[in-house]
Every structure is written in structure tokens, then in C-alpha cells.
Antibody
Framework: QVQLVESGGGVVQPGGSLRLSCAAS????????MHWVRQAPGKGLEWVAF????????YYADSVKGRFTISRDNSKNTLYLQMNSLRAEDTAVYYC??????????????????WGQGTLVTVSS | SYVLTQPPSVSVAPGKTARITCGGN??????VHWYQQKPGQAPVLVIY???DRPSGIPERFSGSNSGNTATLTISRVEAGDEADYYC??????????FGTGTKVTVL
């Protein structure tokens, strides 16, 4: 079955960096766009970033643009999120999620399914 | 920016029908997706493209979308339906947008 497993979360000081990974299995990873979505403690869901199935296009929420970088390695079936210049407001559970459409573009308005179990990032001194 | 507004909470007795609304400007022209999130768990897709159900989601879950309001309907509510529910759309000026979330309580 389709499975997404995130790793790399932890505690980091403000201004620090962290790289999250998302290992995918059970589907043809190279055929699907992938997303990162986060959820601050006790709050709602916030979309963070998207990468096209072939890595050719990347899109970011304004709140992370210039600080976060999404990437993928299709040979390893793995998605990444490099997070730099971290702030307290970046504290959240970070989920990776598969885009609902095969070979879809960013503006196809697709859904997210499935989601990984999430990894907690805490930015604190 | 595009805003999706949901009621903070909905309470429903077992066996009854719960309706969760998602309000947005001309949301009827967009594709709406719905997610269920139980405490400590990742969100799960329950409705996509306004009214389609993924495999494994009970027929009790249905959706509609028209005008300025999309609605997720849960028929014959069970205790296991107690969760937070979020709507989601894509908007050209706001990227992927999630609703504010609705906590469904089964009485």
C-alpha cells in the first residue's frame, strides 16, 4: 500500500537549519507531485511547498519563500525539505503528502492523499 | 488572499446527520476537497472534487458545492466520526488554502 514516512524533525534554535525527509513506497514516486503541509500546535493546516513529479517546478507559501527549499530524489523515492533561518513560528508538525493527480501541475487544484504520519519541528532557544 | 470559513464546532447525536459548511467567495467555481483528522493522527482524505469518495471511505460521507458554500455531510453519524474536518481548495492568488477547521463532537 502507499506509504509515506517522514523523518528529520527535532529541536533547533532560532536561525538554525534542519532537513526533513519523506520516504515513499507503494506507488510510482516519479509520476506524482509532492507537497509539504504543516500544522502548528493546536492550530489548523498550512500548505508549505509543492514540487512537480520531475522536480522541474517548485512552489512555496509566502511564509517560507526564500528560507525553505523543497527537492526530491526519484532514484531514492525520497522527498526533502531544507529549512533555513528557522523562526519560532515555524514550530509545527510537518507532513509530506502525495498529490492526487498523476503527472499533474501545480495549478491543477488536486487533493492530498495520502499523508505521512508527520514529524515535529520545534524552534526554540 | 482567499479565505475559507468553517464553523468552529458541530455537535450531533449518534445516528443523526452532521453538516459542515465551508464558505468562500464563489467557491462553487472551485474544486473542494475534505479531510478528517483525529487527535494525534495525520489528516485523511474523505471527499475530493466536491463529492467524490476515495475507496475505503463510507458512503455516509458526501459532499456538495454551489455558490459561496461547500458542504460535507455525514449521515448516520457514529462515535468514530468524531474528529476535526478541513476543507481545501486551490486558488490562483493564494495557492493551496485550507479552511479554519471544524471539530465534530458526537453527543
Amino acid at each position: 500500500q502507499v506509504q509515506l514516512v517522514e523523518s528529520g524533525g527535532g529541536v533547533v534554535q532560532p536561525g538554525g537549519s534542519l532537513r526533513l525527509s519523506c520516504a515513499a513506497s507503494g506507488f510510482t514516486f516519479s509520476s506524482y507531485g509532492m507537497h509539504w503541509v504543516r500544522q502548528a500546535p493546536g492550530k489548523g493546516l498550512e500548505w508549505v511547498a509543492f514540487i512537480r513529479y520531475d522536480g522541474s517546478n517548485k512552489y512555496y507559501a509566502d511564509s517560507v519563500k526564500g528560507r525553505f527549499t523543497i527537492s526530491r530524489d526519484n532514484s531514492k523515492n525520497t522527498l526533502y525539505l531544507q529549512m533555513n533561518s528557522l523562526r519560532a513560528e515555524d514550530t509545527a508538525v510537518y507532513y509530506c503528502a502525495k498529490d492526487g493527480g498523476e503527472y499533474s501541475g501545480y495549478d491543477d487544484g488536486n487533493w492530498f492523499d495520502p499523508w505521512g504520519q508527520g514529524t515535529l519541528v520545534t524552534v526554540s532557544s | 488572499s482567499y479565505v475559507l470559513t468553517q464553523p468552529p464546532s458541530v455537535s450531533v447525536a449518534p445516528g443523526k446527520t452532521a453538516r459542515i459548511t465551508c464558505g468562500g467567495n464563489n467557491i462553487g467555481s472551485k474544486s473542494v476537497h475534505w479531510y478528517q483528522q483525529k487527535p494525534g493522527q495525520a489528516p485523511v482524505l474523505v471527499i475530493y472534487y466536491d463529492s467524490d469518495r476515495p475507496s475505503g471511505i463510507p458512503e455516509r460521507f458526501s459532499g456538495s458545492n454551489s455558490g459561496n458554500t461547500a458542504t460535507l455531510t455525514i449521515s448516520r453519524v457514529e462515535a468514530g466520526d468524531e474528529a476535526d474536518y478541513y476543507c481545501q481548495v486551490w486558488d490562483s492568488s493564494s495557492d493551496h488554502v485550507f479552511g479554519t477547521g471544524t471539530k465534530v463532537t458526537v453527543l
